[in-house]
């Protein structure tokens, strides 16, 4: 079946720091590929996404390639911020999405620290 | 993209009661669903709601604690019936658009006491 796996959090890192949240997938096909991010007491918000394989979804700073070959989406950002506190969701929307739902990580709480 | 409104965004609730939750979509959209995040979990979905017909719930949810409704396909209710504390969550409305990308509510924190 169709599932993801994140890195347990929470992830606690000064500013300015190298941000990496690993995430890996299982899925048959080609699946679409998400982050949200959830800052503290709001809803979900879509950071980024890919769609196809060595796709490359970037936004404010993060970026995540689609790996076909490791089925991996993880993550990345050069520098993060205080305001980069809150909790990441990977998430994949199988091919067939209009019969299928998105299927979530358990999300990885990040800290940031001045 | 879509815009969404859900309502209330918070609330106290005496077990035994029941809430209902609102969302609107500020544009006609297939496909909507009911998620529950329950304290420090991820998103657990609850069920597709359906325009015109009965919705689908997923495995552990059932309609008669969690009914649906969706008269149309801009607005969805979730109502949380016979509550307990064990049902303290927060209740997400999200949709999906075509171009394969979901938006969502900002989220019913709901506290049973």
């Known amino acids: 079946g169709n599932s993801v796996t994140q890195m347990e959090g929470p992830v606690t890192l000064s500013e300015e720091a190298f941000l990496t949240i690993n995430c890996t997938y299982t899925a048959t096909g080609y699946p679409s590929l998400f982050w949200y991010v959830q800052y503290p007491g709001e809803g979900l918000q879509l950071l980024l996404k890919a769609t196809k394989a060595d796709d490359k979804g970037s936004n404010k700073g993060f970026e995540a390639t689609y790996r076909k070959e490791t089925t991996s989406f993880h993550l990345e950002k050069g520098s993060v911020q205080v305001s980069d506190s809150a909790v990441y969701f990977c998430a994949l929307l199988p091919l067939s999405y209009n019969t299928d739902k998105l299927i979530f990580g358990t999300g990885t709480r990040l800290q940031v620290f001045p | 993209s879509a815009v969404i409104s859900q309502k209330p965004s918070r609330d106290i609730c005496q077990r035994g009661t029941s809430l209902t939750i609102q969302c609107q979509v500020d544009s006609q959209v297939t496909m909507m669903f009911w998620y529950r995040q329950q304290p420090g979990q991820s998103l657990t979905l609850i069920a597709t709601a359906n325009q015109g017909s009965e919705a689908t719930y997923e495995s552990g949810f059932v309609i008669d604690k969690f009914p649906i409704s969706r008269p149309n396909l801009t607005f969805s209710t979730l109502t949380v019936s016979n509550m307990s504390p064990e049902d303290s969550s927060i209740y997400l409305c999200?949709?999906?658009?075509?171009?394969?990308?979901?938006?969502f509510g900002q989220g019913t924190r709901l506290t049973v006491v």
């Open positions: 999200s949709v999906e658009t075509l171009g394969t990308e979901a938006f």
